[in-house]
């Protein structure tokens, strides 16, 4: 089995940084994409970072200059580094992976558990 387990989130002042990591573990070939989403209380939850296979990624327009993802494919690790932290980036951010298992030939989509950010004064 896979899972992906995240970690790092916490309260923080407007203005702070945070750093949150997810680790994936199990029978794991390939990640082949690993994106962050975040859901705010009465919202869907958003696709605000992926980074491809090779480096490349793609930010939504609210977090570009402030949050940056990047991964180390040695650990199967993602990490969400954000500055400039704002009210409005109070959520849970979930971590997700496309990842080929061990014996298959497919990608499958696995998400973490989530966790708790909150920007607040």
């Known amino acids: 089995q896979v899972q992906l387990v995240e970690s790092g989130g916490a309260l923080v002042q407007p203005g702070g940084s945070l750093r949150l990591s997810c680790a994936a573990s199990?029978?794991?070939?390939?990640?082949?994409?690993m994106s962050w989403y975040r859901q705010a209380p009465g919202n869907q939850r958003e696709l605000v970072a992926r980074?491809?296979?090779?480096?490349?990624?793609n930010y939504v327009d609210s977090v570009k200059g402030r949050f940056t993802i990047s991964r180390d494919d040695a650990k199967n690790t993602v990490y969400w580094e954000m500055n400039s932290l704002k009210p409005g980036d109070t959520a849970v951010y979930y971590c997700?992976?496309?990842?080929?298992?061990?014996?298959?030939?497919?990608?499958?989509?696995?998400w973490g558990q989530g966790t708790q950010v909150t920007v607040s004064s």
């Open positions: 980074i491809i296979s090779g480096g490349s990624t």
């Open positions: 199990g029978s794991i070939v390939k990640i082949i994409v």
């Open positions: 997700n992976a496309e990842i080929q298992r061990r014996g298959s030939l497919f990608l499958r989509e696995y």
